[in-house]
């Protein structure tokens, strides 16, 4: 078995891809081993061995594998000689975008490109074909290929891909491809090991974090600890005669790094460099001050619309009963593993990266815009992630902070490396937000109105500000779950009903976190829809079921976690279970849980069932693996994890005061996979995120008559066991 990750070695600086522009190649392309290029996605090399070429991003989800397989499934490619590579953004750009989008985010990987790189697939299939055929002087349509062997079947006369790679890299690409109808599918819809976890398992996988390159030099790095500040001063003098230390730079405004042979002599320079910090007014800012800001949004008059039907006021003046309740979710570092990194080598004729990103693009343009060197001297070279989470999408700071420092150090590769500290204190945090509910029930206990009031930050209006305007002021992300229409519509059907949202921004930075949104609107909605049936006498299952006419989707991922946890049946003693659901990047997604209580506060998590509806599912092995680290990701959240503002600076700097569940909390996770097609592709890692959070605190209400409200739990002095 042949695997490999694609490592950027030095001798990439001179090598790469050649270089064409259209996505299927009249003209031979080669690889820089010189094996020939059938299309942009496939490369065979002599001895069978099929490069697959993909543009996304690996870290940790699985989103290779899956695409590699849907190029092989199309290819009919022996799955054992499949490795791949990444193509550069520098490459992408001359070859006209051939590969398409880059970014890797948003649970988009698979589900926006599943068409192209299948056809890309097919393509060099019957480019292959034919190439078998003219050498045998037979029809195509008489050849068959399969597992990388290609059989002509009158004569029973077999040829490999190796051996006819570059013939049928001469042919023109034909046109009108056929892509398989689903049912005739043999490796798409099968659980085929990844391709990247040996590399992992024996240590050969290199992160940015671990890169070397001839000459390399390190740079630590300290960033003004409030948002907005700068640097007033610093005394490089006190430092520089230190040992290992090469230069003392200022980066932006805002910064100042050591460079240094080693890190640790950098960081160890920067921890005793003299910095003087101006500030500014932001250092004022407190958590207590921001949560004052979100409770009044909950009250103003003006908000932006993002769900409407009927008329709440009368649903209201219908209703017998009113049920009102304020919810909270705070500010969440995406904290991965490997802390920010890049490393970088600029002269004036030309300035590459090396870097750890979720988007090669936005990696590109942030050098493109450090470097002032034009796209045709600049090159990234993108290495797979040690968790990104988001923070490595349309944030690119480390990458800009990565070029500024080796400007100052030219010809000379610097290796930027965040410690812990810089990571936690300088992130794009999860947004902070407060949540107003008001349900009117009537006599019958039927839902008559919804008011859902979403008091707090905009992620668009710091990042994308241009969709805000086009919006007129609104961001649409914030009513993710909750939209009228889309891949995040509403999972219920309310006769009246009003979602909207007051925009109370800070001065931290938000960011996408894995997941966006809907993790603190399935809390505040889930935990709300519990309160409601509560309200209204009905078993909460029942009660939803009420409110979901004409969603067959959301209602089929509810019914089979219910029927799996056995809500028909009472729990064991001790046992108290909660569920949630939710529409969430175009899957439906639902989990019920089961849950113990001790001494009123200490919650052991026993068991979550977890049902995604994506339409498609490529490798049900990952999906269920990405079930359960979502959970990982989700339950950490609820129960222990939060960024606080004290003087305007975060409080939390490492995982002492961030910390993740263990695995001794972790419970046992089943995932049930509703693959009906259809047509919909819908994404995997994050939506389930969102629902385990509300299924446990309901459970929680039904073990201790408590109703929780405020993320994370911990400051109600709730513990996971």
Not at 222 to 241: E, N, Q, W, Y
Not at 611 to 621: E, I, K, L, R
Not at 684 to 708: H, S, Y
């Amino acid at each position: 078995m042949n695997r490999r990750s694609f490592i950027v070695s030095s001798a990439a600086v001179t090598g790469g891809l050649a270089v064409g522009f259209n996505p299927f190649q009249t003209n031979i392309v080669r690889a820089q081993d010189g094996s020939p290029e059938l299309t942009a996605w496939v490369v065979i090399q002599p001895n069978d061995t099929v490069i697959i070429r993909m543009a996304r991003s690996e870290m940790g989800q699985g989103t290779i594998t899956g695409l590699a397989q849907m190029v092989a499934e199309e290819l009919e490619c022996d799955w054992n000689k499949v490795t791949y590579e990444y193509p550069t953004p520098g490459t992408s750009l001359k070859r006209k975008r051939v590969w398409g989008d880059f970014s890797t985010g948003g649970s988009r990987g698979i589900r926006t490109s599943h068409d192209y790189v299948r056809l890309g697939g097919a393509t060099a299939r019957v480019m292959l074909v034919q190439a078998a055929a003219n050498q045998w002087k037979v029809p195509a349509s008489e050849c068959v290929a399969a597992n990388s062997v290609i059989t002509h079947k009158a004569s029973g006369r077999k040829t490999t891909y190796g051996k006819v790679a570059e013939a049928a890299a001469r042919l023109e690409p034909p046109k009108d491809v056929k892509l398989k109808d689903p049912k005739e599918w043999k490796l798409i819809g099968k659980p085929v090991k990844r391709l990247d976890t040996v590399d992992k398992v024996n240590g050969k996988q290199v992160y940015g974090f671990d890169l070397k390159l001839p000459g390399m030099l390190n740079a630590a790095i300290k960033d003004c600890p409030v948002f907005g500040g700068k640097v007033k001063s610093f005394d490089a003098g006190r430092v520089t005669s230190m040992k290992g230390v090469k230069k003392v730079v200022p980066v932006g405004d805002s910064a100042v790094a050591v460079v240094a042979e080693t890190w640790w002599q950098a960081k160890t320079a920067l921890d005793a460099l003299p910095i003087q910090w101006d500030e500014g007014p932001n250092a004022k800012v407190s958590q207590e001050s921001i949560l004052a800001t979100l409770k009044e949004g909950l009250g103003a008059s003006q908000a932006f619309v993002g769900n409407q039907n009927g008329d709440v006021k009368a649903g209201f003046a219908k209703a017998t009963k009113t049920v009102e309740a304020t919810y909270f979710y705070p500010f969440l570092n995406h904290a991965p593993m490997e802390p920010m990194n890049a490393s970088a080598r600029y002269t004036p004729d030309r300035c590459e990266v090396w870097v750890p990103t979720q988007d090669g693009e936005a990696s590109f343009a942030a050098l493109l815009a450090a470097s002032g060197l034009p796209a045709d001297k600049c090159e990234v070279y993108k290495i797979n992630l040690g968790g990104g989470f988001g923070r490595r999408g349309a944030f690119q700071d480390y990458v800009t902070q990565a070029v500024i420092i080796a400007k100052q150090m030219p010809g000379v590769p610097v290796k930027l490396l965040w410690t812990r500290e810089e990571d936690m204190l300088h992130g794009h945090y999860h947004p902070i937000m407060m949540a107003k509910l008001t349900g009117g029930l009537d006599a019958s206990g039927n839902l008559v109105g919804l008011h859902v009031r979403l008091s707090g930050q905009s992620i668009l209006a710091a990042v994308r500000p241009h969709i805000v305007e086009q919006q007129k002021g609104r961001d649409p992300l914030t009513f993710q779950g909750l939209a009228d229409t889309g891949e995040h519509s509403f999972g219920y059907s309310i006769p009246n009903l009003l979602i909207d949202h007051a925009m109370r921004n800070t001065h931290v930075p938000p960011g996408f976190w894995r997941g966006v949104n809907i993790n603190q609107n399935a809390v505040f909605m889930e935990c709300f829809m519990d309160e409601l049936a509560q309200a209204a006498g009905q078993d909460e299952l029942e009660f939803r079921r009420k409110n979901m006419q004409g969603l067959p989707r959301n209602l089929g991922v509810l019914n089979a976690v219910a029927e799996r946890i056995g809500w028909s049946k009472p729990a064991k003693p001790g046992i108290y279970r909660g569920l949630a659901q939710m529409k969430a990047f175009n899957s439906f997604v639902a989990a019920a849980c089961e849950i113990s209580v001790q001494d009123g506060n200490k919650v052991k998590v026993h068991r979550i069932v977890a049902a995604t509806d994506p339409g498609y599912a490529v490798n049900p092995a990952q999906i269920e693996r990405q079930v359960s680290g979502s959970f990982v990701y989700g339950l950490s959240a609820l129960f222990m994890q939060e960024n606080t503002v004290k003087d305007g600076r975060i409080v939390e700097d490492n995982f002492h005061t961030f910390p993740s569940m263990r695995i001794s909390q972790m419970p046992k996770v089943e995932t049930i996979i509703i693959a009906n097609g259809g047509g919909i592709w819908g994404g995997i890692g994050e939506p389930t995120i969102c629902v385990a959070a509300p299924a446990v605190m309901n459970a929680f209400f039904k073990a201790t008559g408590k109703r929780l409200r405020d993320v994370p739990l911990k400051n109600q002095g709730i513990e996971l066991v």
